[in-house]
């Protein structure tokens, strides 16, 4: 057993840097870090009990009550590892509470058994031996075992199928390292070294998964401010995105064309109307411009009732979209308003070589603005109250 000593050193370094790694980890919760604190002390605390009833075992210079309080230690710290490497898990069932209670039962029975040599009786040559109740013990070893094994299945369901044969590989390392234990005898010492392994590939699991979340939350951000919410289609911040990433090109597409749409009227409807009637008509547009061009292009909402569209197309096509749109609006009705009406500009980057894009787009604009006015000219209305 000379090996052992190294090892038991090896495994509580082995258990420090996991706690080390855990605080530094900050994609886990207080709660995560209590836990893997817990765990690790647990496991380290059994490891040194089992240490120790070896150095002690046969020892005239210990006392035989020193060898049964070590002994107890050892009987009550190994299950409570299991125990927290249910905790671990985060499982909340009813599993759980009776791996607890019979956690619990066990800290009774061992401290009983300190004075009764139920489980621990040590000879005259200082030497401990199992008591006549170490079976039941051991029965309520395999009952937190058999629930670690359960809640092990009832965690992976969390993952997809693909994701919980690395979970199963963790189990049966675990399983393996102190089954090797139990049936090769005292002289083989392999639990705790696969406990510390199966902690930490239990660290690099929920490190990995909890990476998995917090990108799939960033994720989920991103699309969420990448999205109008009135209207469903590419954000203010989208559009953003898309200027930065089209500015950077060395030149423009020869086929882009920016279509700068703006809706007619929106003021009077608003102060008519109600706001609930313009955001009828934001939406409405929205979805005229959609249909016409998201086979095509990218859609954006960049103002209040301002779109622009980044699109890919012929020339000859520029005019059979405008009208395919104005054809949509002109027949659209909603709740609030039975009318809408659109202004629209263009501009090719194929017309304006060498042009930058901010320029285009101002081009759209002013071709938009022209449309608009027109608008307001045809309807006689003064534009600035509108």
Not at 332 to 348: I, N, P, Q, R, T
Request: aromatic content about 10%; proline content about 2%.
């Amino acid at each position: 057993m000379k090996y052992y000593t190294p090892l038991i050193i090896l495994v509580w370094f082995a258990l420090i840097v996991l706690a080390i790694l855990a605080k530094e980890n900050d994609r886990f919760s207080k709660e995560r870090k209590r836990i893997l604190y817990f765990t690790y002390s647990i496991v380290a605390l059994a490891a040194l009990a089992e240490w120790l009833g070896i150095q002690f075992n046969g020892n005239m210079n210990v006392s035989p009550w020193v060898i049964r309080l070590i002994k107890a230690f050892d009987y009550i710290l190994t299950p409570m590892s299991g125990g927290a490497i249910i905790l671990q898990l985060q499982t909340k069932n009813n599993l759980r509470k009776v791996s607890f209670i019979l956690l619990g039962l066990n800290l009774l029975f061992q401290i009983i058994s300190i004075f009764t040599g139920w489980m621990v009786k040590v000879d005259e040559n200082h030497l401990y031996h199992h008591g006549n109740a170490y079976n039941i013990y051991m029965l309520l070893y395999v009952a937190v075992f058999i629930i670690v094994i359960v809640e092990f299945a009832i965690y992976g369901k969390r993952f997809r199928k693909q994701n919980r044969l690395s979970l199963l590989g963790i189990l049966i390392f675990n399983v393996l390292g102190i089954g090797l234990q139990e049936v090769l005898g005292s002289e083989v010492r392999t639990a705790y070294i696969s406990l510390v392994i199966c902690s930490a590939l239990l660290y690099i699991h929920n490190s990995e998964f909890a990476q998995l979340a917090s990108d799939d939350k960033i994720q989920e951000q991103m699309i969420r401010i990448s999205v109008d919410p009135l209207t469903g289609i590419s954000s203010r911040h989208a559009y953003s995105v898309a200027i930065n990433e089209l500015s950077n090109l060395p030149s423009l597409p020869q086929k882009l064309v920016i279509f700068s749409i703006d809706i007619n009227g929106l003021k009077l409807v608003n102060d008519t109307l109600g706001h609930i009637a313009g955001d009828e008509l934001i939406a409405g547009a929205s979805k005229c411009i959609s249909q016409v061009f998201s086979s095509i292009g990218r859609c954006y909402r960049t103002g209040g009732d301002e779109f622009i569209v980044f699109s890919s197309i012929n020339q000859e096509m520029i005019h059979e979209l405008i009208d395919q749109l104005l054809d949509l609006t002109n027949n659209w009705k909603g709740e609030y308003c039975d009318s809408l009406s659109l202004a629209v500009g263009f501009a090719e980057a194929k017309a304006h070589p060498n042009i930058e894009l901010e320029k285009l787009i101002t081009i759209a604009d002013q071709e938009m603005y022209k449309s608009k006015a027109q608008y307001y000219q045809k309807k006689g209305i003064d534009r600035r109250q509108n």
